[in-house]
């Protein structure tokens, strides 16, 4: 499987449901969240060490799109991610099969016969695209794993709580399973049953928050983050001292900017936590760095971005590898970029040059803005051509909604990938 | 000052003492050595806020040579800093120069009058020089400020611990007042008396130990150490963490490693301490980052070189810098320093050739080594041309020396710093 597991990301769910060709079928999108921190507990249940929290991004943006089908024709569970099929056998996602189909017998057991019109017992075509780079720690995973979750939820017909389906999948993947800003509370029980996602302010909350995700390489990583997680587990004691010490005072202190729409402490929090994330990566045995040169430069650049403007601006966070998520309001992000564009200017490549500047920046609309000499002193770094390759501005999104139109279904009549348009 | 404040490395001193001129003189050189963490609690006294253990290399390869006059023709105190002249106002040379002053006067009014024959009014002038980079991690300050202490002791004919004349100017130069493996205390005065060096090991205890310095950039770096500290004191609660819980058991479990030669526990600890160093840096805010991509690759090197081995045959450490400083023993050294050499292929510069051997390993000789098929797929690494400049080969050195050369003097018979050669 080609999603990455355990993810600061959770993409928004947009779900499909229709029925071409007589197929039950159904299909979603998912999106992104900055986290507080992460760490299992349990590998098999993936119960984390600490609770965490995230902001579910925008779907026009960044989406996982999935259908899925069951049929009596069908002779085998099979999975296509971005058009290529891949082993249906994969722990992780036999784990989510397993837990939708009890899920939905319970329901037929309960009385809900309707909900349920074909047998447990056919098999299920599953079709998911991301319209990102996956593994490379843009949180494929948790988009891959909520969007599934959802989407076998409307094919079986089951309803409430999908935090269970999703994060056998990939932890992080049951806060994607909501809009707006969300908790995923690491929950007592041994058996997990209370670890689950909430939502702590819906997607409107805080109009004016904007989302950057500066791509520096869209190269897979040397080290998956779940194969990184248990590492630090089992070597690093930072990682213990902190998920027991620290981060409980910082999910409130975060739940509490959020509310608030305080950014100042925002920002300054959520780059701390970024920081202290990484630091428990390095403290791991064999060390492990997802942040690279260019991930530094961009540290570095918001740090004087910010001390110019005498107060916190912009913020950053890093997932498992080198992007950066940039956090700002909307009336400093046209300055942000031009100085991003400034520090990094986008490589020129000859023949494709007229399209470069839409091909740098895509998403939301971003005006363009001048650098005062000021602030270009202040930033005081050597440009570095081509270390940011493009930037996507987006922003909060909502959760799950199902997509109407059947052109957009990945699977055709016949329960195979449709051919790409 | 273009000493860097703070860092792992004690040069070794050597101390030259004779008269030229009828100028009461001295000199020396210093070195360097590991260090299992650092941090201070008291700024103005320099005191740590953890003990830590060092190594002091050999001062045929890196030394700080140091030469002090005093006489009552100098006007003022002045300082040379490898050939140029210094601000001698510098807080913490004042603070060495009012420290050792202190002690002569203690010393003469004790009845040592023949120790001390000239005025303590009498002026002082320094120079000092290093034979490898300064201010960029390769712990030129705990170098120069140990060398100027025990020349300045020499000068004022002093005797006995000189930890706080050191400390005062550069908290891990005590350390470097001894050759071996050496333990700078804490202690726990507020008043810093018990802040002193001892030595854990002399100098020829583990005769097969080697030291290479991969020297990834002798450019100077963004943060000096002593602030980066100072900010990690006030704002990374891992580092507090670290100091308290974690520092003590580490201290005596490194002894323990020095005094029974168990080079895999050894290299075990010095890698995962200086991980745990850097991780508390990224955890301080605005985070510090000394590793850069290069260091990643050297450490990433060294952890598939080890697997291959399936021992641990290699292990690095890494101070305020980029540059990595590896520890082996001498029948690993040949063909660790060949994988060096294959992943990071010296750069070829033209017209300098045939000397291109030489210049990229100084230092101890090292036989040519070949590598293996096996050990080639195993490190597994794009080769990363001119990564590293160069490998200095080292070993555990000797404490200070009184260098007698008078040739070797940087003050001529006129107090002022003798030309270039």
């Not at 996982?64 to 722990?91: C, H, Y």
């Given at each position: 499987?080609?999603?990455?597991?355990?993810?600061?990301?959770?993409?928004?769910?947009?779900?499909?449901?229709?029925?071409?060709?007589?197929?039950?079928?159904?299909?979603?999108?998912?999106?992104?969240?900055?986290?507080?921190?992460?760490?299992?507990?349990?590998?098999?249940?993936?119960?984390?060490?600490?609770?965490?929290?995230?902001?579910?991004?925008?779907?026009?943006?960044?989406?996982?799109?999935?259908?899925?089908?069951?049929?009596?024709?069908?002779?085998?569970?099979?999975?296509?991610?971005?058009?290529?099929?891949?082993?249906?056998?994969?722990?992780?996602?036999?784990?989510?099969?397993?837990?939708?189909?009890?899920?939905?017998?319970?329901?037929?057991?309960?009385?809900?016969?309707?909900?349920?019109?074909?047998?447990?017992?056919?098999?299920?075509?599953?079709?998911?695209?991301?319209?990102?780079?996956?593994?490379?720690?843009l949180a494929s995973s948790a988009a891959g794993y909520a969007c599934l979750a959802y989407t076998l939820a409307q094919v079986y017909g089951v309803e409430g709580d999908l935090s269970e389906v999703a994060r056998r999948g990939s932890g992080s993947a049951c806060r994607s399973l909501y809009g707006g800003f969300v908790e995923w509370q690491m929950g007592q029980r041994a058996d997990g049953k209370d670890s689950v996602a909430r939502q702590v302010a819906p997607e409107l909350h805080w109009p004016e928050l904007r989302v950057l995700i500066l791509v520096v390489s869209a190269e897979k990583k040397l080290t998956g983050s779940t194969v990184g997680m248990q590492t630090s587990v089992e070597t690093s004691p930072l990682l213990r001292f902190r998920a027991e010490a620290l981060v409980p005072a910082r999910m409130a202190e975060m739940a509490r900017c959020v509310m608030e729409r305080d950014f100042q402490a925002f920002g300054q929090l959520t780059m701390k936590d970024s920081n202290q994330f990484h630091a428990t990566c390095l403290d791991t045995f064999p060390p492990i760095s997802y942040l690279n040169d260019t991930s530094r430069c961009i540290i570095h650049l918001v740090h004087r971005f910010n001390a110019h403007h005498g107060q916190t601006k912009v913020a950053y966070t890093f997932d498992a590898g080198p992007n950066a998520v940039i956090f700002t309001l909307d009336d400093t992000m046209a300055e942000f970029v031009a100085a991003v564009r400034h520090s990094f200017p986008p490589e020129s490549n000859g023949d494709k040059c007229p399209a470069s500047r839409s091909r740098f920046l895509k998403g939301l609309p971003v005006r363009p803005a001048l650098l005062s000499d000021e602030l270009k002193a202040a930033l005081g770094m050597e440009p570095t051509p081509g270390g940011i390759k493009y930037i996507i501005a987006t922003q909060v999104g909502p959760g799950p909604q199902v997509l109407d139109d059947p052109h957009a279904h990945l699977l055709g009549p016949d329960g195979l990938p449709k051919p790409a348009a």
């Open positions: 499987m080609d999603w990455p597991p355990a993810q600061i990301w959770d993409l928004e769910l947009s779900q499909l449901r229709s029925n071409p060709g007589g197929l039950p079928e159904g299909g979603g999108t998912a999106g992104r969240g900055i986290r507080l921190c992460r760490g299992k507990r349990d590998e098999e249940l993936i119960l984390p060490i600490n609770s965490s929290l995230s902001v579910t991004l925008h779907q026009d943006q960044l989406k996982t799109t999935t259908t899925a089908a069951i049929s009596k024709d069908f002779t085998e569970d099979r999975i296509w991610l971005n058009g290529r099929e891949e082993d249906v056998g994969q722990p992780r996602l036999q784990a989510c099969l397993r837990e939708i189909r009890r899920l939905a017998r319970k329901r037929r057991s309960a009385g809900d016969e309707d909900l349920l019109p074909l047998s447990l017992s056919y098999k299920v075509h599953v079709a998911s695209v991301n319209n990102f780079p996956t593994a490379a720690g």
